[in-house]
């Protein structure tokens, strides 16, 4: 699951959860950056609004070695048990957000990342699409913004231009979602998406 900060994707996570379960699949739920004990530790230091000076670089490789203990811990020992993984943020993050809009290089940080994936590749990636502006308006209305949400709207609106970056590069793993849409209609999309997906897999 990927977006803009505040695009919905948590109460989404929840009900793609409970759909798949409802299919007879065993799902892991995580998150990045953290998943792991270490990789929420490793959270706490990029998203502390205190750590204002960290450099570009380093929140880059705070999130690969994040991603890299994420990755070999949790997500392909679930794999390799059949498990379905969810996976709320994973590389596309990293791409936009430190390679596009931290204008460090999509190619650069994608090269970083490859030690941390170990190969390891989602199936299908949800972008939520949807204005920046409305994205930060949900978020100043939940709870105490972190160092990354707390950027000006100017690096938000790079963030945006990064997934549609992505997303043109990516057409077949990259499904945009309209999450500008009420709750249900975004959970329609998101359902339909899957059942196209597991149908062209020969997946029941």
Do not use: W
Not at 47 to 73: F, G, I, K
Not at 75 to 98: H, M, N, T
Not at 109 to 124: C, K, R, T, Y
Not at 162 to 184: E, F, H, N, T, V
């Amino acid at each position: 699951m990927e977006g803009p900060d505040g695009s919905g994707k948590s109460t989404q996570i929840s009900e793609l959860k409970e759909y798949l379960n409802d299919k007879g699949y065993d799902v892991l739920l995580t998150r990045e950056p953290g998943g792991t004990d270490i990789g929420e530790q490793i959270r706490k230091i990029i998203l502390d609004v205190n750590n204002s000076h960290l450099s570009y670089m380093a929140e880059t490789l705070l999130y690969a070695a994040s991603r890299a203990q994420h990755v070999e811990e949790k997500i392909k020992p679930a794999l390799e048990a059949g498990k379905v993984v969810i996976c709320d943020r994973f590389i596309d993050s990293s791409l936009v957000y430190q390679g596009y809009a931290r204008k460090l290089g999509i190619e650069l940080v994608e090269s970083i990342n490859q030690f941390a994936l170990m190969g390891i590749q989602p199936d299908i990636t949800f972008f939520f699409d949807i204005k920046p502006e409305e994205a930060m308006d949900r978020k100043q209305n939940q709870k105490a913004l972190d160092r990354l949400e707390k950027e000006n709207i100017s690096f938000h609106h790079l963030v945006y231009e990064g997934y549609k970056i992505l997303l043109d590069r990516y057409p077949k793993r990259i499904r945009r979602i309209d999450a500008s849409q009420s709750i249900d209609e975004v959970k329609s999309q998101i359902l339909g998406e899957i059942d196209r997906f597991l149908k062209e897999e020969g997946l029941k």
